[in-house]
């Protein structure tokens, strides 16, 4: 039983973390969020781009 009083103590010590963490201000601002979202819309752009290019360069390719 001591594990599971420790387990317990654990468990509440980070859920009372979690809850004090959520009221923080601590978060990332607008500025940091839209940034991110631009790059991961420039990278999908570009990983389009390349399979685009990749794509059209094997259906280029003449195996007869």
Do not use: W
């Not at 980070?14 to 940034?35: F, P, Q």
């Not at 790059?39 to 999908?44: G, K, N, R, S």
């Amino acid at each position: 039983m001591p594990h599971f009083q420790t387990l317990t103590a654990l468990l509440h010590a980070r859920l009372a973390d979690l809850r004090r963490r959520a009221r923080s201000d601590a978060g990332y601002t607008t500025e940091t969020m839209v940034v991110t979202a631009l790059l991961v819309i420039l990278a999908l752009t570009v990983v389009g781009i390349v399979v685009a290019k990749v794509t059209a360069k094997a259906n280029s390719i003449d195996l007869g």
